[in-house]
């Protein structure tokens, strides 16, 4: 079973930065996160596949950078520019082919004050 430990998430102020880790337990296809807001629908905010082939959502493109190390099996997204629409729950996923059901991560808060 694939473990997935994500860090970095805390409380800003608008304009700050942050990155966000997860760490996996072994190699995986694609790797990224997702985010919810308290009352809005899960979204997925950035992924990577082990190519290094991005994928970011309109709303934080220029702002996000997702990136991984392969040989650590951990994936990065630097959050600069930071919104208050950015406050969510932030919640990594890992996926070890791209047809799998995806392995998530405890979640982590961000929250980005004005």
């Known amino acids: 079973q694939v473990q997935l430990v994500e860090s970095g998430g805390g409380l800003v102020q608008a304009g700050g930065s942050l990155r966000l880790s997860c760490v996996a337990s072994?190699?995986?296809?694609?790797m990224g996160w997702y985010r919810q807001a308290p009352g809005k629908q899960r979204e997925l905010v950035a992924s990577?596949?082990?190519?290094?082939?991005?994928n970011y959502k309109d709303s934080v493109k220029g702002r996000f950078t997702i990136t991984r190390d392969n040989a650590k099996n951990t994936v990065y997204l630097q959050m600069n520019s930071l919104k208050p629409e950015d406050t969510a729950v932030y919640y990594c996923?890992?996926?070890?082919?791209?047809?799998?059901?995806?392995?998530w991560g405890q979640g982590t808060q961000v929250t980005v004050s004005s």
């Open positions: 996923y890992a996926r070890p082919d791209i047809s799998a059901t995806p392995a």
């Open positions: 990577i596949t082990s190519g290094g082939s991005t």
């Open positions: 072994r190699s995986m296809f694609s």
